[in-house]
């Protein structure tokens, strides 16, 4: 087993990054964000897709829809939509700072609840993850002429490398992910990074979300990796990334006495959350041009309190979020 890792790593090192990167998958560079696709039933074919770089996902402001179109619905057919396994995950190697850093999806099991993050770990393990996701654009070269539907930014490969002579570079997407250990990225990273649809998903009218965690190399243990957002797949296929999804915002109590109102609320993890007032539902304006009173505290679901002091025999609050 060690000797079929030194000679991974030393394969990868021996091609240079236009050798690796030509034909199929031609605009992948490191930093991008690979989405990728295969049946879990053990069907023919995977789906390997460039979604770009992932300071399109971190840069994005809260609560951006990002429509992931850098494949179609004719190339995921080839593959599946029901009972479909899909992640997506991205890596720096040695020369993108901080080194080795990943960027890897976890499956959520409640639709609107988010996962317990991926925990960072050394550079060294997370370098050994690294290097095994890098295995998958080289494979994408050797498959160029295995569907003509492949594009420069879609390459629909066969599921399995494995003594399969078409692979004279890399290996596909599910021989990299399962390896001689079944699963992780060939057992070195830290948890399964798939979500599987179920069998009857293009009829259930409800999508599937795998939340998105940046894992910067660290020294210390049991540091939480960083909440990007969330890929959701829909029934239809389609996917979109959500960047810094925000709580709805929430005022759970109001008391007031004499002058003096006492809110308690909460807000959420990401953007900005406004106090708006008025003593007046009669005009109908919408809460969003309500007068604002204040910025409230985020970065955190716990419940805050903030008082106002009105003369107001009336007044009506709501919180904004943006």
Known sequence: MLNKKTGLIALLAGFAASEIMAGTLSSFA?????VCFRNSGGGANDLVVDAGQISTFTGAAANTRIPITQYTGSQLALVATNNVSW?????????????WTLFV??????????TAPWLEANQSAQEKTAVRMATIPPGTVAEANYSGLSTA???????????????TEGVSYHDALTGSYGGNFDGYFQGNPENTTPDNFD?????????????????????????????ELSTNGAMTYVAYPSTTPVITSISRSGNTTTLSYTTGLYGTYTLR??????SGTAMINWPAITTL??????????????????????????
């Open 30 to 34: 490191v930093g991008d964000v690979l």
């Open 203 to 231: 009829t259930l009218g409800t999508v599937v979300r795998s939340d998105f965690y940046k894992l910067t190399p660290t020294s210390s243990y049991g540091v939480s990796g960083t909440w990007l957002g969330y890929f």
């Open 277 to 282: 007032r008025t003593n007046s539902l009669a």
């Open 297 to 322: 505290t985020s970065g955190d679901t716990a419940t805050h309190t903030i008082t106002d002091t009105t003369t107001d025999n009336v007044r009506f609050y709501t919180i904004t979020a943006q």
């Open 87 to 99: 992640s997506a995950f991205g890596w720096y190697d040695s020369t993108v700072s901080p080194n």
């Open 105 to 114: 999806t976890e499956a959520r099991t409640t639709l609107n609840d988010q």
């Open 153 to 167: 930014t879609a390459v629909i490969e066969q599921d399995s490398s494995t003594d399969n002579p078409n692979y």
